[in-house]
């Protein structure tokens, strides 16, 4: 994405994730923050580090940050002429915050036809305009704290939050899809994400289940509701994870632990067996698994070709993927601490470069010097001939 610039007007998660993600992919990313403050994130801590939160450095690296006053006539003035000049927009105001600016898309689309703008909101820009939108509440409502958490007991957030995440890569999907379609007419689109449809759209099969047959899935730990056994199993000193997807796999399992005869059971001879008489299955499995340590029994089932692992922590799972080559982490140099890479890696490309998150206001100076360089001639849209589609259109240099 070298040579795509990304204005940013967004904070705290799902925005700036998405923002992050596009640097991963080489843009150009300039943040817009309020002088003082800075992106709400800044002082969500502890931890902190020298540098400030962890919770902002784990969304904002490989960025420019520009301190602009959105309040006062100059900084809105310069928000615009930035705007105008970039590729994509994202911002994540309260709906309506961005018209008032003078800052809607309405507003830029004339002087730059072919930007791509990206709203985030929690509940969108009609009947939820109004509401504010936080991961938290979102997973409240829109029913992923009803499936999470341990059976008959008290809904339960998790432990990170998702559907933040969820919305920011939802973003750069209809950004990256905008984009290429931009390739080929030279116009811009306006795109607009909610919390709660990427809430929805994560719930998977879950939300089918509902759609289907008119039932409301209820926590079950750390069960599936159709699959078993694939859940949390007592070892001698802890928990092992077993996901069994097939019969196949139940028998080695079986076989595994010395107990065959399972497979000619019919109370777990299928799946759906299995899962209606969970709790005896369970029992069985447990009767030889709590005889030797979790790590003993991972080791003992992965031979076995039965997906199971130990129960972990964060940091483990960090090594796990160190150990298997995978390279999880990208350094920033001697000052900071490394980071989760971009999940993607490319056999054609090489990784972009991260740099560190930025200081508050840190390219200010340089960012409005880079607006009041004469900006190349657009290239309009080729007009479509014939009613088909329209040749491509080179994006400009920036």
Known sequence: MAGIVVADFSRVLAGPLATMTLADLGARVIKVERPGSGDDTRSWGP?????????FASVNRSKESVALDLRDPEG???????AERADVVIENFKPGTMARLGLAYEDLAPANPGLVYCSISGFGSAGGAGLLGYDFIVQAVGGLMSITGAAGGEPT???????????GKDA????LAALAARARTGRGDRIEVTLLTSLLGGLANQAQAQLSVGIDPVPLGNRHPSIAPYETLHCADGLLAVACGNDEQFGRLSTALGLSWLCDDTRFATNAARVANRDELVAWLESVLTTAPAGYWAQTLTTAQVPAGQVGTIGGGIALAEELGLAPTVDLGPTHAPQVRHPVGWAAYETVRPTPPPELGEHTESVLAWLDEPQPARRRAPKRRNGGPAAPAPTDER
């Open 47 to 55: 931890p902190f580090t020298e540098h400030g939160s962890t919770y």
């Open 76 to 82: 809105r003035a310069a928000a615009r002429r930035l």
């Open 157 to 167: 957030k998790v432990g990170v939050a998702l559907v933040d995440v969820l919305t």
């Open 172 to 175: 750069v999907i209809g950004i």
